[in-house]
């Protein structure tokens, strides 16, 4: 009820209204992410490599 009525500024009504799957779908853009996994990490490391040449030297 707080997530639907206090950070989603549902009405009553349509707090009311919605369906548990559609509260669902509303909340989940807010809900934190999940960490990445060590396989996703070396992905983007492999990816996007640390360059002696930065953007700050």
């Known amino acids: 009820m707080a997530m639907g009525l206090g950070v989603l500024r549902l009405s009553p009504k349509n707090f009311w209204q919605m369906t548990p799957r559609e509260l669902a779908a509303a909340c989940g853009p807010l809900l934190p992410a999940a960490p990445l996994n ?4 070396s992905s ?11 953007a700050f030297s």
């Open 44 to 54: 983007l490391i492999k990816r996007y490599p640390d360059t002696s040449a930065g």
């Open 38 to 41: 060590k396989s996703d990490l």
